[in-house]
T-cell receptor, first 115, second 114 residues
Framework: ETGVTQTPRHLVMGMTNKKSLKCEQHLGHNAMYWYKQSAKKPLELMFVYNFKEQTENNSVPSRFSPECPNSSHLFLHLHTLQPEDSALYLC??????????????FGPGTRLTVT | AQSVSQHNHHVILSEAASLELGCNYS??????LFWYVQYPGQHLQLLLK??????LVKGIKGFEAEFIKSKFSFNLRKPSVQWSDTAEYFC????????????FGQGTTLQVKP
């Protein structure tokens, strides 16, 4: 059973809606990540937070807005999305965000459909 | 830019056949290497990892992978696959110069026929 939970598991939203994805990790980790998984494409890293500070923004459009209020919680706020943003959004955590022994643990993902 | 290439996109095997999935990466420095697996309807799980030491690493469920530095490769192997190995397999790399950034390959779908 995963120590990383994500809600909701499925989300359908219109292009003018505002919604948020939530991620929570119960592993005592200090780093959290958002990834986008689209069909037939590699997982794309979106954001990295290390000790609540954003350390990586992989050129993500501003319609995606992350928030990390503490080391256990990570949000992805969504507004005015496009149909091509439909994908599986994965959250992950690790002990810390470093280039060393950085094993990441993944949540089950939120399947997002933008209509 | 760093990249990871998985040569096989879709592999179909019969039970008891041997498996080898290719993974090559482009980065000249020190790296950490991972294989993740995603079973149908489940989340991504770590299968095995290489940080340092013996280049032949063993993971869960009888999987192993060999790091060949000169070939920039980290191929995944299993001598005899089972129907339950049907899943998608992802190779990933991060480097010591990265702030935790994992670079993933595009994945290989393995279908094992009973």
């Amino acid at each position: 059973e995963t120590g990383v939970t994500q809600t909701p598991r499925h989300l359908v939203m219109g292009m003018t809606n505002k919604k948020s994805l939530k991620c929570e990790q119960h592993l005592g980790h200090n780093a959290m990540y958002w990834y986008k998984q689209s069909a037939k494409k590699p997982l794309e890293l979106m954001f990295v937070y290390n000790f609540k500070e954003q350390t990586e923004n992989n050129s993500v459009p501003s319609r995606f807005s992350p928030e990390c209020p503490n080391s256990s919680h990570l949000f992805l706020h969504l507004h005015t999305l496009q149909p091509e943003d439909s994908a599986l959004y994965l959250c992950a955590s690790s002990q810390e965000a470093s280039g060393g022994a950085n094993e990441q643990y993944f949540g089950p993902g939120t399947r997002l459909t933008v209509t | 830019a760093q990249s990871v290439s998985q040569h096989n996109h879709h592999v179909i095997l019969s039970e008891a056949a041997s498996l080898e999935l290719g993974c090559n990466y482009s980065y000249g420095g020190t790296v950490n290497l991972f294989w993740y697996v995603q079973y149908p309807g489940q989340h991504l799980q770590l299968l095995l990892k290489y940080f340092s030491g013996d280049p032949l690493v063993k993971g869960i469920k009888g999987f192993e992978a060999e790091f060949i530095k000169s070939k920039f490769s980290f191929n995944l192997r299993k001598p005899s696959v089972q129907w339950s190995d049907t899943a998608e397999y992802f190779c990933a790399v991060n480097s010591f110069s990265n702030t935790g950034k994992l670079i993933f390959g595009q994945g290989t779908t393995l279908q094992v026929k009973p």
